[in-house]
Nanobody
Framework: PLVESGGGLVQAGGSLRLSCATS????????MAWYRQAPGNERELVAG??????????NYADSVKGRFTISRDNVKNMVVLQMNSLKPDDTAVYYC?????????WGQGTQVTVSA
């Protein structure tokens, strides 16, 4: 029930936007997050945003603070990750995660490659 879009190849210092859409019934009661996994590394949390009922608070990995912004689009039922000032170390497969009390869904992943 997740549809990811965005990603691609960009030069260092550039920007990319990732989006992840789901159904309204899931979206409204979900905590939503983006994770990433680089070759040889474990999957790590990039950014998360809590459900609307929990105030929509956000959290970020230290490595992306000040450069990435996660937000909820309550009209389109999607979560967006705006990535600015990209670095080669940001290169990874990025995964959308949506979870609630009775569910935990993952997207198929989208490749982000940042060239030096």
């Amino acid at each position: 029930p997740l549809v990811e879009s965005g990603g691609g190849l960009v030069q260092a210092g550039g920007s990319l936007r990732l989006s992840c859409a789901t159904s309204r019934s899931i979206f409204s009661r979900s905590t939503m997050a983006w994770y990433r996994q680089a070759p040889g590394n474990e999957r790590e949390l990039v950014a998360g945003v809590s459900s609307v009922s929990n105030g929509g608070s956000t959290n970020y990995a230290d490595s992306v603070k000040g450069r990435f912004t996660i937000s909820r689009d309550n009209v389109k039922n999607m979560v967006v990750l705006q990535m600015n000032s990209l670095k080669p170390d940001d290169t990874a497969v990025y995964y959308c995660n949506i979870r609630g009390i009775n569910f935990d869904y993952w997207g198929q992943g989208t490749q982000v490659t940042v060239s030096a």
